[in-house]
């Protein structure tokens, strides 16, 4: 048997935020806090400042990671780690193991600590352990005896950058002797580092003091614009007066309380689990970190927050453009609309739309009208958008405007037509319309420069030829 004795050091209990420091140790001053070791095999506990690997005949031992600069001591500060012993003195003595020596050590808190008359006891501490998980791991256990153990938590591996890590039982509430010690298991595989800890430390609530713990609201998410109704669910403990005021408050976008939005109330003086009826205000700006609390009036307590961000999502931003680009179009034409900004769309009214399908819709009104959508996003929120349709009469358009001194050849004509012309300049765009104004034809550039009115009944029509930025407007005749 191998056991490490250190001197004690005093252990102050301190009370912040209602939890009570039981136990904490930095592993900076000498100490008996920790009873090292006495299983089997040669990879031990030791408590150190050693970080350094190196190399020797073959044996590449890497560096064990610095510890985050916040920690007591800095980034190379003592900690509790487990070491290949007959290494030790020639190669490193930093976190590493023999995955030929099988070892079974354990690192137990020397002295029980006395949890009677408290609960909520959270067992926190900072942790390496990279290993092979259910091979070479490490593991937390704890005794209300100091002689039966009973593991709380997984196996440790896996991990190696300093992680925090919190465990917490109603076994370890109003116990007279409870006890904690690290447990590391090696076989024949697995990675440094090895089982490291540091920064521990043992909280408490008194049962008699005013603790409240927000649990998750009823929803974590909502639209902008409008009032969010969600329940916000807590559990408070201790006492509390007569008049009491349960509160719950809303933080800013970045999750601070320095300013906090009440959005609910409840006067209770009771404790267990209740639930605030809240109504987050419509005008709350959009954002994706806020956070809830609930605190008291009686006595004055501030309860953690829901532990979750709350997302007030913006609206989508919807845009409609046309075709034609101004939309304006002349009686009997169509003119096609399409949104953008969202996923989902709903136009209307669909009286005067002529598709109604996806982003996209076309119509032909008869007067202008003013077109709406409404756009729903990935997020389900919506917003929507108008569009104004102008539609001229038809009046100014039958009308004969030959600037260019076309002919349309023949003319009558029952089967095609072409336009003759003393200039070379290619047609642009040429359209058929019939004496209401309504387009029948259309053609874009075309090549060759052969018109066929096959479809077309019988009457009059107007040609409209445009030719560079130039339009004419010339009669067509179907016999």
């Known amino acids: ?67 985050p600069s916040s920690f007591n001591g800095g980034i190379n500060s003592n900690y509790l780690h487990i070491y290949n012993q007959p290494i030790c003195g020639t190669i490193a003595c930093n976190a590493n193991f023999d995955t030929g020596s099988i070892s079974d050590q354990v690192a137990t808190m020397t002295n029980s600590i006395n949890t009677v008359g408290k609960s909520n006891i959270n067992f926190n501490f900072w942790y390496l352990c990279a290993g092979d ?11 209300t005896n100091g002689t039966t153990w009973t593991q709380i938590g997984g196996e440790l591996s896996g991990v190696s950058t300093w992680t925090q890590l919190n465990l917490t039982d109603v076994a370890f509430d109003n116990q007279a002797n409870l006890k904690f010690r690290f447990h590391w298991i090696n076989g024949a595989t697995g990675a440094d580092p090895a089982f490291s800890v540091d920064e521990l430390k043992i909280t408490g609530v008194d049962n008699n003091q005013a603790v409240i713990a ?21 559990s408070a403990m201790g006492s509390y007066g007569a008049g009491n005021i349960f509160t719950a408050e809303l933080s800013n976008a970045t999750g601070s309380f320095n300013s906090p939005t009440i959005i609910g109330n409840l006067n209770s003086a009771s404790n267990g689990n209740q639930t605030i009826d809240a109504i987050i205000p419509s005008g709350t700006v959009a954002g994706n970190g806020y956070r809830i609390r609930v605190t008291s009036s009686s006595p004055s307590a501030i309860g953690t927050d829901n532990g979750l961000d709350f997302v007030i999502h913006s609206l989508p931003f919807i845009v409609v453009t ?77 009308e004969e405007k030959n600037i260019l001194n076309l002919v349309i050849y023949p003319n009558p004509t029952n089967a095609y037509f072409e336009i003759l012309r003393s200039s070379t300049d290619p047609i642009d765009k040429l359209i058929i319309k019939d ?42 005749i179907v016999p």
Not at 12 to 20: A, E, F, G, H, K
Not at 133 to 143: K, L, T
Not at 214 to 234: E, K, Q, R, W
């Open 133 to 143: 998980p259910s091979i070479s791991y490490g593991f937390v256990e704890y005794s």
């Open 214 to 234: 927000t649990s998750t609201p009823s929803l974590l998410s909502a639209c902008y614009g409008t009032d969010i109704n969600l329940s916000v669910p807590f």
């Open 322 to 398: 046309s075709d034609p680009a101004n939309g304006t179009i002349n009686q009997g034409e169509t003119i096609y609309l399409t949104a953008n900004g969202a996923i989902d769309y709903l136009w209307s009214p669909s009286s005067i739309l002529s598709s109604t399908v996806g982003a996209s819709v076309f119509s032909s009104p008869s007067v202008s009208s003013i077109v709406s959508v409404v756009g729903t996003d990935q997020n389900g929120c919506s917003s929507s958008s108008v569009f104004n349709v102008t539609v001229n009469s038809t009046s100014g358009i039958i």
């Open 435 to 476: 004496n209401k104004g309504k387009k029948v034809k259309s053609y874009d550039k075309p090549k060759p420069e052969m018109f066929f009115v096959d479809g077309l009944s019988s009457g009059e029509y107007f040609v409209s030829v445009k030719i560079g930025t130039v339009i004419n407007v010339l009669k067509l």
């Open 1 to 67: 048997m191998r056991k490490l004795l250190l001197f004690l050091s005093i252990t102050t209990v301190v009370t912040l935020n209602s939890q009570t420091t039981l136990f904490q140790d930095d592993f900076e001053a000498v100490n008996n806090n920790w009873s090292l070791n006495g299983g089997a095999g040669d990879n031990q506990w030791i408590i150190s400042n050693v970080f350094t690997g190196d190399a020797f005949g073959g044996i590449i031992i890497v560096p064990t990671p610095n510890e």
